[in-house]
């Protein structure tokens, strides 16, 4: 028999598919459902206004009365207020009261000033923290007579007993301040507007009233109401999950919200409620400019935003005096959609008989193409990013197409991963991700080569059998490969023990040769830790120079259509290759250019040699030693003797260039002191001693 094609299994599966079935279910039960769906939302968000107003108004009929109950008392006795002792029913009312920060009273006669008041974690008091345990405090101003203030703050914890007091001069005059002098023109209680309290850096509300004594007026009473009650008030009852909910004043400024947000900020000494419009979700804004502009009045309506549907509901509080403020809550249409998924659950059910066997063949048929082909997709992809995974366990199925397609992965898997082993890794990876031709041709390039070679191989390999040669080798070269690889470079080719490497290309960097430069501090790195296992053993340690140069060469595929190299050409290779050499001469493990120092020499502990005539150029170039590397790491780190090293012979090099030898000498010779075993600094003294020295030259 034979297997389907994956045509057939697709036309199939199309054939038997039910979406209209399902189309007409949904339309129909929306279509139904939407009247319930927005009845029901407008009836919750009217039902959360009202008890929420309800609220608000209670919260404020309860201080307003507290209030009056202060101003009562002092009515019924006029000296109540003249002493201290009236601190005690002050604390009363504010400890008993929701949401008051201070209960407090002025008096008119000599500015007298009474309060009791709460006392925030962090506040200072004459310049001073509270004591500790300080949650409340008496505070009082009398004058003594002679016009002189003095303001006492008597601490207590919260089982009323004292815990420090502080006494300190003062000027404060409960006659001058804004909510005594509005009360008192306006002959009445007040509530004040939104307003900041400064000692508490709170938002809140001072609701006052005028004391009688015997028909002439004696003072103002007053509490400190915040704001923060109302806006916890409103996030513990919210209309919906995702509903907010606002109190409003007359122009639209937030007073109190569900999400609890700072709703204020003060420009200097004032203070600017922030507007319904500039909430931090433009999506409230936008929502609140679709209602309808009128004076008074409840009002509800839909709004299409950004793809959703949102109810509004935009209410007054009636009873708060002098105020026309309002409640605010939008809500999305989805919080409500319960009743509408309730009944799309049942029309479903009637259907579902009907559909059931069709549905269950489309979910088996998507279910068998779907899995091999995502299996099938995962490989291809890590064929094309040469990832570490190999493939493996490939989908089995009857479908021929499928099992042809499996096929051919891993046939290409095992011919990209063996054309990797010979090519270029990033090349490869270039080619398959911008699927070019591999042609024959190059460009020229500024980029970064390195060359690496084990130094005294020929000895070493007639002191170990050859089996621990080659392993030993491999080794070395395993390291390299990681070092070159882990930042991004690209190994051009492996020359016996050596390797020529480069960076900047196929993929253009800006760092290349930093990159260059950190490979080569890892494999040296590497490298003595391996020797260090060799050593334990008794074994030959391994030594690899480095040279590296940063230049302008031919860079591209070489060679014939039958078989090419990438690889790169010219001056710049040879002069790498050169630097490499040149570590023999000095007795140093890496070389580099002064064009590498010039690109990447911010991140690079380095000394200068000298400058070098190299073989095959008649201009010397300048070369450093490479000891370390700056922030890239505490193993790269130099320390303070290699920092103190290379100053030196930074300072000696200057000497040099300026044609003072016996400066340069005098500097190279203390280095020998403190280095008896500095190679560079013997060389370049006998270089120096040598009276035919015309430069260096490396073959």
Request: charged content about 25%; overall charge negative.
């Given at each position: 028999m034979r297997n389907p094609s994956l045509k057939s299994v697709i036309l199939t599966l199309f054939l038997i598919l039910t979406l209209p079935v399902f189309i007409g279910v949904i339309a129909f039960n929306y279509l139904s459902s939407e009247?319930?769906?927005?009845?029901?939302?407008?009836?919750?968000?009217?039902?959360?206004?009202?008890?929420?107003?309800?609220?608000?108004?209670?919260?404020?009929?309860?201080?307003?009365?507290?209030?009056?109950?202060?101003?009562?008392?002092?009515?019924?006795?006029?000296?109540?207020?003249?002493?201290?002792?009236?601190?005690?029913?002050?604390?009363?009312?504010?400890?008993?009261?929701?949401?008051?920060?201070?209960?407090?009273?002025?008096?008119?006669?000599?500015?007298?000033?009474?309060?009791?008041?709460?006392?925030?974690?962090?506040?200072?008091?004459?310049?001073?923290?509270?004591?500790?345990?300080?949650?409340?405090?008496?505070?009082?101003?009398?004058?003594?007579?002679?016009?002189?203030?003095?303001?006492?703050?008597?601490?207590?914890?919260?089982?009323?007993?004292?815990?420090?007091?502080?006494?300190?001069?003062?000027?404060y005059d409960p006659r001058k301040r804004f909510w005594y002098e509005v009360t008192k023109a306006a002959d009445r209680l007040t509530i004040s507007d939104p307003d900041l309290f400064a000692t508490?850096?709170?938002?809140?509300?001072?609701i006052a009233a005028p004391i009688y004594w015997h028909d002439q007026f004696s003072g103002i009473v007053a509490i400190d109401l915040t704001l923060e009650g109302l806006s916890s008030y409103l996030a513990e009852r919210q209309v919906s999950p995702n509903s907010v909910s606002f109190i409003l004043d007359a122009h639209g400024n937030i007073i109190a919200n569900s999400q609890e947000r700072t709703v204020s900020r003060t420009i200097g000494d004032r203070l600017r409620l922030t507007h319904i419009s500039e909430w931090a979700d433009q999506m409230v804004g936008i929502v609140y400019s679709q209602r309808e502009i009128q004076d008074r009045g409840a009002q509800s309506y839909f709004v299409q935003h950004d793809g959703r549907e949102f109810v509004a509901s935009l209410k007054p509080i009636e009873s708060v005096a002098h105020k026309d403020w309002q409640i605010f809550v939008i809500a999305p249409m989805d919080d409500f959609n319960a009743e509408i998924k309730s009944n799309n659950r049942r029309m479903l059910l009637l259907g579902l008989g009907a559909t059931a066997l069709q549905i269950l063949i489309i979910w088996l048929l998507a279910k068998k193409l779907s899995t091999p082909l995502e299996r099938l997709a995962s490989s291809?992809?890590?064929?094309?990013?040469?990832?570490?995974?190999?493939?493996?366990?490939?989908?089995?199925?009857?479908?021929?197409?499928?099992?042809?397609?499996?096929?051919?992965?891993?046939?290409?898997?095992?011919?990209?991963?063996?054309?990797?082993?010979?090519v270029p890794v990033s090349l490869v990876r270039d080619l398959l991700q911008s699927e070019q031709k591999l042609e024959i041709g190059g460009s020229s390039r500024f980029l970064t080569i390195f060359f690496s070679d084990m130094e005294g191989f020929s000895d070493l390999s007639e002191k170990i059998p050859s089996k621990e040669l080659v392993q030993r080798v491999s080794d070395y070269l395993n390291i390299a490969t990681k070092s070159v690889?882990?930042?991004?470079?690209?190994?051009?080719?492996?020359?016996?023990?050596?390797?020529?490497?480069?960076?900047?290309?196929?993929?253009?960097?800006?760092d290349h040769a930093r990159r260059a430069c950190m490979a080569a501090l890892h494999i040296q790195r590497a490298v003595g830790a391996l020797n260090a296992e060799v050593l334990a053993v008794g074994g030959n340690p391994?030594?690899?120079?480095?040279?590296?140069?940063?230049?302008a060469v031919i860079v591209g595929n070489i060679g014939s259509p039958e078989r090419m190299s990438y690889t790169v050409l010219?001056?710049?290779?040879?002069?790498?290759?050169?630097?490499?050499?040149?570590n023999k001469t000095y007795g140093t493990n890496i070389c580099i250019s002064h064009s590498v120092y010039k690109e990447a020499g911010d991140s690079l502990c380095v000394r200068p040699i000298g400058d070098v005539r190299v073989k095959g150029r008649r201009a010397s170039i300048t070369v450093y030693e490479l000891l370390g590397a700056y922030g890239q790491g505490a193993e790269y780190e130099p320390d303070e003797e290699t920092l103190q090293l290379a100053e030196i012979s930074?300072?000696?090099?200057?000497?040099?260039?300026?044609?003072?030898?016996?400066?340069?000498?005098?500097?190279?010779?203390?280095?020998?002191?403190?280095?008896?075993?500095?190679?560079?600094?013997?060389?370049?003294?006998?270089e120096m001693s040598s009276a035919n020295r015309t430069g260096t030259a490396v073959g």
């Open positions: 009247t319930i769906a927005r009845s029901d939302s407008l009836k919750r968000l009217e039902q959360h206004q009202s008890i929420a107003a309800d609220s608000v108004e209670n919260l404020f009929r309860e201080v307003s009365a507290s209030v009056e109950t202060m101003a009562s008392a002092g009515r019924v006795q006029p000296d109540l207020f003249q002493n201290i002792g009236a601190l005690d029913f002050l604390t009363t009312v504010a400890r008993g009261t929701p949401d008051v920060l201070s209960a407090y009273v002025g008096l008119e006669t000599d500015g007298t000033f009474l309060q009791a008041r709460a006392m925030l974690d962090g506040q200072n008091v004459h310049g001073a923290p509270l004591p500790d345990g300080t949650t409340f405090a008496h505070r009082w101003i009398i004058p003594d007579g002679d016009g002189a203030f003095d303001e006492t703050y008597e601490f207590l914890n919260t089982d009323n007993q004292a815990t420090g007091r502080s006494r300190a001069a003062s000027t508490l850096s709170l938002v809140g509300f001072t291809v992809e890590n064929i094309r990013d040469l990832r570490q995974e190999t493939v493996n366990d490939l989908p089995k199925t009857r479908v021929r197409e499928i099992q042809m397609l499996s096929s051919a992965v891993e046939t290409l898997d095992t011919a990209i991963r063996s054309f990797a082993s010979f690889n882990r930042e991004a470079g690209t190994i051009d080719k492996f020359i016996g023990d050596g390797v020529m490497a480069f960076w900047g290309a196929p993929t253009i960097m800006e391994l030594n690899v120079r480095i040279g590296i140069h940063s230049d010219g001056d710049g290779v040879n002069i790498a290759s050169r630097l490499e050499a040149l930074r300072a000696a090099f200057e000497r040099r260039l300026a044609g003072d030898d016996d400066g340069a000498i005098a500097l190279y010779r203390k280095i020998l002191t403190d280095h008896p075993d500095d190679p560079v600094a013997r060389t370049v003294l006998a």
